[in-house]
Nanobody, 124 residues
């Protein structure tokens, strides 16, 4: 049973930083493809960043240069470092996992396992 639990959301001022984490259990973590998605009210869920089975990272254009995805295999935890945030980053953020992959994988239908989400609110 794959289990994902996000943490680290909250309120932050525009221009500030926040770090999200996603603790994982129940699968062979090191070779899974993992990603962060977000969903704002009234909008579709969108892919933010993924890290593939080789450890390569990929980003949506909207966050490239501001967000960093990383994973710690020893702690079995995925992270999303969010810097220089703006109001468009306000959303519920979800951690997701699937089997092995290589390359850019930012479509929600390709992921089998999801966390419950953590809310990020950016104020101006």
């Amino acid at each position: 049973q794959v289990h994902l639990v996000e943490a680290g959301g909250g309120s932050v001022q525009a221009g500030g930083s926040l770090r999200l984490s996603c603790a994982s259990s129940g699968y062979t973590y090191s070779n899974y493809c993992m990603a962060w998605f977000r969903q704002a009210p009234g909008k579709e869920r969108e892919g933010v960043a993924n890290i593939d089975s080789d450890g390569a990272t990929y980003y949506a254009d909207s966050v490239k240069g501001r967000f960093t995805i990383a994973k710690d295999n020893a702690k079995v935890t995925l992270y999303l470092q969010m810097d220089t945030v703006n109001s468009a980053d306000t959303a519920m953020y979800y951690c997701a996992a699937r089997g092995p992959c290589t390359g850019l994988w930012l479509r929600s239908k390709h992921y089998n396992y999801w966390g419950q989400g953590t809310q990020v609110t950016v104020s101006s």
